[in-house]
Nanobody, 126 residues
Framework: QVQLVESGGGLVQTGGSLTLSCAAS????????MGWFRQAPEKEREFVAAVTWSGTRTYYSNSVKGRFTISRDNAKNTVYLQMNSLKPEDTAVYYC???????????????????WGQGTQVTVSS
């Protein structure tokens, strides 16, 4: 099993920045990739960004590309999401997820991931 704990959420003004962290523990050697998803009120959860555990590949949704940066520190078993130029539409609960299963369907897909964190709230005020 892999346990994930997110942190770093909060309230920020439009145009501001936040960095989310996701600390993994447990069977971290089994992680293939880590992803960030978000869910706004009354909306479905959506893909934000993902990174392979080797760090060689990153993936972003079109809505955050150029503003958000995903990175990982394997020594700390932690993945980060640097969010710049935040907009009110970025307001959501942000979830960290880990993929430990063999094979890959697509790192933008929710069902790719078998471990999830509890989420952290990000609120961007206008």
């Amino acid at each position: 099993q892999v346990q994930l704990v997110e942190s770093g959420g909060g309230l920020v003004q439009t145009g501001g920045s936040l960095t989310l962290s996701c600390a993994a523990s447990g069977r971290t050697f089994s992680i293939n990739a880590m992803g960030w998803f978000r869910q706004a009120p009354e909306k479905e959860r959506e893909f934000v960004a993902a990174v392979t555990w080797s760090g060689t590949r990153t993936y972003y949704s079109n809505s955050v590309k150029g503003r958000f940066t995903i990175s990982r520190d394997n020594a700390k078993n932690t993945v980060y999401l640097q969010m710049n130029s935040l907009k009110p539409e970025d307001t959501a609960v942000y979830y960290c997820a880990a993929d430990t299963r063999a094979g890959t369907s697509g790192f933008h897909l929710q069902y790719e991931y078998d471990h999830w964190g509890q989420g952290t709230q990000v609120t961007v005020s206008s």
